[in-house]
């Protein structure tokens, strides 16, 4: 039978410690839509020609679950993508209008309660090159192993995947297993996918409740191949909240309010070299990174902030005083400020040839507790959205190759995905453009 929940204000309707503005500080208001924990919300519209989660202001929880798809064929397929698309449409929006008043964890179970909040939900899905099998893309480094008889954790080596539901020719340009970068220490078991889950919201229950109802509704179609779980806290003391480095870390990414940047960086080109499906989705790339936290903890202030380029109390960078002045790198040709090696001079150096290359991130602190040396496990589950994976997200990673942070974090798992466009219309369903 149903809980009896006591009548407290709506979580929606106290201001979120994430809110512009809320958090009293020095620093200037950011530029219109930079990146900051959720705004308060009951509900984020579930239809739409993109998906929600993307360009939505980070809940403060989140899981990312990549799953291998075990079903049998296109039939089977498309079946399990209307599921998702049936749970997702109903725990998002509550199912029902949620009384004023009434929070439950969005699940249907009878235990938690008949009245749904959607506390912020969104639920976001993504496929991996594994499921569109075929070639793998343009840089000749494999298809998954990912296979129906739950072999997780191979090598990423396979020359290609088989095509299982025949649609290697719909395989968005650049999507592909994964690569290796230099210094990174990837597990392949923690890696790729076919399908990717990113549940977002504001409290961790929600999360965690609709992770397991869409497992639940979805069994026999999808198995659960690696997890995490992600979370972001209000600004301290204001501005973009902070990572585990103790950095403000979001400060200068691209302005989602701003559709033509946007279109220009995030939404899959509309120019005939995608196939037409794609219009509305994005790449969407999960590196998870562990922060070699108690060797960081020993680094003095000031390497910290020169490894970074920006200060660590304000955020502001070496060159500025306020957290969202521009970075300074042409008055600085000696590197006397931010040094040439800093991690916002290789992201984004800021030249006229770099301008492509900017991205959209979204990312969320992990801690997984204790590895079994007993060092601390935790660090960043770095989340972009891209237009052009090769572009972007690999130009830069590339950049970041050798830079000072990368004795301080290992890259041991994530993958390449690619988010489908949105749901439009109560008929339509996640896929509906690449499998018609
Ligand atoms: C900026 C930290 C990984 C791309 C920043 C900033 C910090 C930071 C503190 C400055 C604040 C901001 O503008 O957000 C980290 C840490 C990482 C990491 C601790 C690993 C654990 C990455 C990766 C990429 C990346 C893997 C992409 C391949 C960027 C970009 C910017 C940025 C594009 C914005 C640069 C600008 O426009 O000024 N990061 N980052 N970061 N980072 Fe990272």
Redesign the pocket.
């Known amino acids: 039978g149903a809980i009896a929940v006591a009548p407290a204000a709506p979580v929606w309707a106290v201001p979120h410690p994430g809110a512009p503005g809320h958090a009293p500080g020095t620093e200037a208001a950011p530029p219109t839509g930079a990146a900051t924990a959720a705004a308060p919300s009951a509900s984020f519209p579930f239809e739409g020609p993109t998906q929600q989660g993307i360009l939505t202001p980070p809940q403060a929880a989140a899981a990312f679950a990549a799953f291998d798809v075990t079903a049998a064929d296109r039939g089977e397929l498309e079946a399990l993508l209307r599921t998702l698309t049936e749970r997702a449409r109903f725990l998002t929006t509550g199912g029902a209008p949620a009384p004023v008043g009434i929070t439950a964890p969005p699940a249907d179970s009878g235990v938690l309660g008949p009245v749904i909040d959607p506390d912020g939900l969104t639920i976001t899905v993504s496929l991996g090159a594994s499921l569109f099998g075929g070639g793998s893309g343009t840089n000749g480094n494999g298809g998954s192993s990912s296979s129906a008889n739950g072999s997780a954790g191979g090598t990423s080596t396979t020359p290609t995947a088989p095509d299982r539901f025949g649609l290697a020719a719909q395989k968005p340009r650049a999507l592909r297993t994964m690569e290796d970068f230099p210094n990174d220490d990837l597990d392949r078991s923690q890696c790729d996918g076919d399908l990717l889950l990113q549940i977002c919201a504001n409290n961790r229950d929600t999360v965690t409740h609709a992770l397991r109802d869409l497992m639940r509704t979805t069994r026999g179609g999808m198995q659960l191949r690696w997890r995490t779980e992600g979370f972001v806290s209000p600004p301290r003391p204001s501005g973009?909240p902070r990572?585990l480095?103790g950095?403000?870390?979001?400060?200068?990414?691209p302005d989602p309010s701003d559709p033509d940047e946007m279109a220009a960086l995030v939404w899959a080109a509309t120019d005939g070299s995608e196939p037409a499906w794609t219009a509305g989705g994005t790449y969407h790339v999960v590196?998870r990174?562990r922060?070699l936290v108690e060797f960081w903890d020993r680094v003095n202030l000031r390497e910290q902030e020169g490894m970074?380029?920006?200060s660590r109390d304000v955020?502001a960078p070496l060159t500025g005083k306020h957290e969202f002045d521009e970075?300074d790198f042409s008055s600085d040709p000696a590197a006397d400020s931010i040094q040439m090696g800093a991690?916002?001079r290789l992201?984004?150096p800021r030249t006229p040839e770099s301008t492509g290359s900017?991205?959209f991130?979204r990312g969320y602190n992990y801690d997984a507790g204790l590895d079994v040396n007993g060092n601390l496990d935790m660090?960043?589950v770095?989340t972009?959205f891209n237009q052009d994976l090769e572009r972007q997200?690999v130009t830069?990673?590339k950049r970041?190759a050798d830079e000072a942070?990368s004795d301080y974090?290992s890259?041991f798992g994530g993958g390449y995905f690619f988010a489908l466009p949105g749901v439009q219309g109560a008929d339509d369903w996640f896929g509906s453009g690449l499998l018609a």
Not at 248 to 253: F, L, R, S, V, Y
Request: proline share 6%; aromatic share 8%.
């Open positions: 973009t990572n480095m950095f403000k870390d979001g400060t200068a990414n590196r990174i922060m970074i380029g920006r955020g970075p991690h916002i992201a984004n900017r991205m991130r660090g960043l770095f972009t997200f830069v990673q970041l942070l974090i890259p």
